[in-house]
Every structure is written in C-alpha cells, then in structure tokens.
C-alpha cells in the first residue's frame, strides 16, 4: 500500500520558516519524482514543487521560488520542504505527493497532509 505522510507543519509569523517532511513508503520512492502541493481553504489546490528521482533537479512554482526548497533522502525513503520568507497567502493544507510532472498531481497520489498557518 502507497503511504506518504507528511509533518512538520505549524502556526508560524510572517516571515518565518518551516520543514515539512514527508515519509514514503509502499514503492519504489528511489525511483519516483515528488512533488509539493497545497490547498488554501476555499481554494483550488497549486503544484509547488517538484524533485526529480535522483534529487539533483528541481522546479518550482513562481509563488514559492526563492523562498522554498525541496530536497530528498532516498536512503530514508524521506522527502522535505523547507519553507523560508513565510507570507500569510501560505497558509494551506500541504500535501506531498508521487509527481506528476509540473502539474497538479491525482489526488490519490497524495497523502494526508499537514496544515501550515502564517499570521502575525
């Protein structure tokens, strides 16, 4: 059974940071892209990052480049995403997912997410 769960999420100030971690298991994590997607409430979910399979390629979405940054642990079967530069139009439910390209990816690609909160 495919399993991602995430963690690391948090109530955090304008301008602060956060890790998020994501934990794999169920396939062949080494040999699978990632991505990060987030849904605000009342919103359409956003693509936010993907990391290719050997982790030594990445891409972004314009609302998160410079100040987000995916990496991998492929020994740990581990994905991250740290979050630098946090603004309150963050805020969302947060979710890693099996990639899909630079596209949102299926649904069922995703685990169950963690809640990211930016006020001041």
């Known amino acids: 059974e495919v399993q991602l769960v995430e963690s690391g999420g948090g109530s955090v100030e304008p301008g602060g940071s956060l890790r998020l971690s994501c934990e794999a298991s169920g396939f062949i994590f080494g040999d699978t892209d990632m991505s990060w997607v987030r849904q605000a409430p009342g919103k359409g979910p956003e693509w936010l990052s993907l990391?290719?399979?050997?982790?030594?390629?990445?891409w972004y979405a314009e609302s998160v480049k410079g100040r987000f940054t995916v990496y991998r642990e492929n020994a740990m079967r581990m994905l991250y995403l740290q979050m630098n530069d946090l603004h309150p139009e963050d805020t969302a439910m947060y979710y890693c997912?099996?990639?899909?390209?630079?596209?949102?990816?299926?649904?069922?690609?995703w685990g169950q997410g963690t809640q990211v909160t930016v006020s001041p």
């Open positions: 990391i290719n399979y050997r982790g030594d390629t990445t």
């Open positions: 997912s099996r990639g899909y390209s630079t596209y949102i990816p299926p649904r069922r690609y």
